[in-house]
């Protein structure tokens, strides 16, 4: 037999004979080679001794060495042993600690048969998947993309050359597109390659400042202007002197302080809240919406000639579901950069997530992107993260990938397939006991129910029951 036709192998740790017996009948009967330790020590052995095993069941309870202890030395010894921690007490502190050092999951006691196969196919395929991404290699290299705006796509080649185009001026840039897509990203980069880049950048978020308070923000106040007016305060404007200042969201800001944005824009003077001295300011505005200022002008709700001073030059960014070949570079770049801050020693990716990550729509776009990678690298348990490790909303928002029609299926659950059952049916044909047929059946009734998330209406449609058998048969398994 070649390596490649070889079954998994599982090791099973546990101080009772009787749960290794148990235990190790199940899993042979679906076709894997099962080896045994009966305590901490000698398994912890096996697996460094090698060749480690595919999947470990692993005791929490055993005289002597505790799971959770060897389970440390197992997962130090081999970062990607996948281990399924087993116990009769589901306490929180089990969970915690079982899920705190890196098992797999944790099976209760007395075993459900349908349940543990379920697990280990589960493990196993997370296994294999980690081997999958072993010779990975990086789209890019992050410290290319200094500026953070990751992509080739020609919808950022676009945006790229813009921004170059603009760099050696001081002409306004209007920066438009949805929440999350890396406006100011697109301000950053402007001002770094510009003559102004040793002066302050300066970002507002407009949206974030109320109205009372936005106009002192920006071009500061004078002591006892308006109640808690306590001191002078410099603005915004006068500290950017020299330099780039960004409005963010400037879609919000309310027409009596886009008038005073227009008279800097037109003479470059501002006054501070209760003074009037004129102060002259040298600052270059870039600016940012998600909103139709257009519409807004038609509503009156933005001022027309502020509109036409800011929008000299547009940069539209596009949303990630316009360049979803950009979402492997972006993943890349987050996780070299996450890797760079010591926040997780994840740096890959397996085919298979990258797959859901860049079918997912990204209502949230690259922000939302950034959270996932970040959140799935915490879950992941090796050096990758698996598709397993994307938020269920991922998965299940991105769906089957198209050609793929067993996906949905094993999205679902173990397949119910019919070498599975036969496995199980002449496992049970040794014992020859009466109460045979009626074991077999629970099985497959156990399995259908497994396969279909528990849904009674379309097991019964799988096996070629009614609904009332599969629930019946159900109930007497309990």
Not at 41 to 68: C, H, N, Q, Y
Not at 80 to 90: D, E, P, Y
Not at 402 to 413: C, F, I, N, Q, Y
Request: aromatic share 6%; charged share 25%.
């Amino acid at each position: 037999m070649t390596e490649a036709a070889k079954s998994p192998t599982i090791l099973v740790i546990d101080d009772d004979a009787e749960i290794r017996y148990s235990l190790s009948r199940v899993l042979t009967a679906r076709g894997y080679q099962v080896a045994e330790a009966a305590n901490g020590p000698d398994g912890i052995a096996r697996v460094k001794l090698g060749p480690p095993p595919d999947l470990v069941f692993l005791d929490v309870r055993m005289t002597g060495m505790g799971g959770i202890e060897a389970l440390q030395h197992i997962r130090s010894a081999n970062p990607r042993q996948h281990v399924i921690l087993m116990t009769a007490f589901g306490t929180a502190q089990t969970a915690i600690e079982a899920m705190k050092y890196g098992a797999f999951d944790y099976v209760m006691k007395p075993f459900d048969p349908a349940k543990v196969l379920a697990l280990a196919q589960n493990a196993l395929k997370a296994h294999a998947d980690l081997r999958a991404v072993g010779d990975y290699k990086p789209t890019i290299n992050a410290d290319d993309y200094r500026e953070g705006i990751v992509g080739s796509s020609p919808a950022m080649q676009e945006v790229f050359k813009t921004i170059g185009q603009v760099t050696a001026s001081d002409v306004t840039v209007m920066i438009t597109g949805e929440s999350g897509t890396g406006k100011e990203l697109v301000a950053r980069g402007i001002w770094k390659h510009s003559h102004r880049a040793t002066k302050p950048f300066i970002a507002v978020n407009c949206a974030a400042i109320p109205d009372n308070l936005i106009e002192s923000e920006l071009f500061g106040h004078e002591k006892g202007s308006f109640t808690g007016a306590t001191v002078q305060r410099i603005g915004k404007f006068e500290l950017c002197d020299g330099g780039t200042i960004f409005l963010d969201e400037i879609g919000d800001m309310a027409l009596a302080t886009q008038t005073k944005i227009l008279r800097v824009l037109q003479q470059g003077e501002i006054q501070r809240v209760g003074g009037t001295e004129t102060i002259k300011v040298d600052v270059r505005i870039l600016a940012a919406t998600n909103k139709d200022l257009e519409e807004m002008v038609k509503a009156k709700t933005f001022r027309e000639d502020l509109y036409y001073r800011l929008n000299v030059v547009r940069i539209r960014m596009p949303p990630l579901r316009e360049r979803g070949e950009d979402i492997p570079q972006i993943v890349d770049f987050c996780l070299q950069n996450l890797v760079k801050q010591k926040k997780t020693r994840v740096s890959k990716v397996s085919p298979e997530a990258m797959a859901v990550l860049v079918r997912h729509r990204w209502p949230g776009n690259v922000r939302e992107l950034e959270n996932v990678i970040y959140r799935s690298a915490v879950i992941a348990q090796g050096d990758a993260i698996l598709e397993k490790d994307l938020p269920a909303e991922i998965r299940d928002a991105a769906g089957p990938a198209e050609g793929d029609p067993g996906a949905a299926a094993s999205a679902k659950g173990p397949a119910l397939t019919l070498g599975a059952a036969l496995d199980f049916v002449f496992d049970q044909l040794k014992t020859s006991d009466e109460a045979m047929l009626a074991r077999v059946e629970r099985e497959l009734v156990a399995r259908a129910l497994a396969a279909d998330g528990g849904d009674a209406a379309k097991a019964a449609k799988r096996l070629g029951l009614t609904k009332a058998e599969v629930q019946k048969r159900a109930k007497e398994a309990t």
